[in-house]
């Protein structure tokens, strides 16, 4: 069953923010990194990725919800998402060395 994935405005910004830190350091890596994400996004619609509770929902009190995905160099990278009956909203992508989440850092229709 398909379902509608919509990346949110903070949820793109992470996304170009961390592309462009990596093409500095490699622009072969961030375009990699981008089509793996990519990627994930397109099997979130289809159903076929899991995603489990993120650490952050039970302090939050948000059923906030993350999606791992990992470069080739293993890198792992959240997607942290809530579901509003028919769509999938993306709203924050974290990298490897980023605090959690705080309230702070979600939509304020993230509730």
């Given at each position: 069953m398909?379902?509608?994935?919509?990346?949110?405005?903070?949820?793109?910004?992470?996304?170009?923010?961390?592309?462009?830190w990596?093409?500095?350091?490699?622009?072969?890596?961030?375009?990699?990194?981008?089509?793996?994400?990519?990627?994930?996004l397109?099997?979130?619609?289809?159903?076929?990725?899991?995603?489990?509770?993120?650490?952050?929902?039970?302090?939050?009190?948000?059923?906030?919800?993350?999606?791992?995905?990992?470069?080739?160099?293993?890198?792992?990278?959240?997607?942290?998402?809530?579901?509003?009956?028919?769509?999938?909203?993306?709203?924050?992508?974290?990298?490897?060395?980023?605090?959690?989440?705080?309230?702070?850092?979600?939509?304020?229709?993230?509730?």
């Amino acid at each position: 069953m398909k379902i509608l994935v919509r990346v949110l405005g903070r949820a793109q910004a992470d996304i170009d923010h961390i592309y462009l830190w990596l093409r500095k350091r490699s622009p072969v890596g961030a375009a990699a990194w981008y089509t793996v994400l990519l990627h994930t996004l397109d099997e979130l619609g289809e159903g076929r990725v899991a995603h489990s509770e993120a650490p952050e929902a039970t302090k939050l009190g948000v059923e906030l919800r993350q999606t791992l995905f990992k470069t080739r160099r293993g890198r792992v990278y959240r997607l942290l998402l809530v579901i509003r009956e028919d769509e999938l909203r993306v709203l924050r992508v974290r990298g490897p060395g980023q605090r959690p989440v705080a309230q702070r850092d979600l939509p304020a229709d993230s509730q």
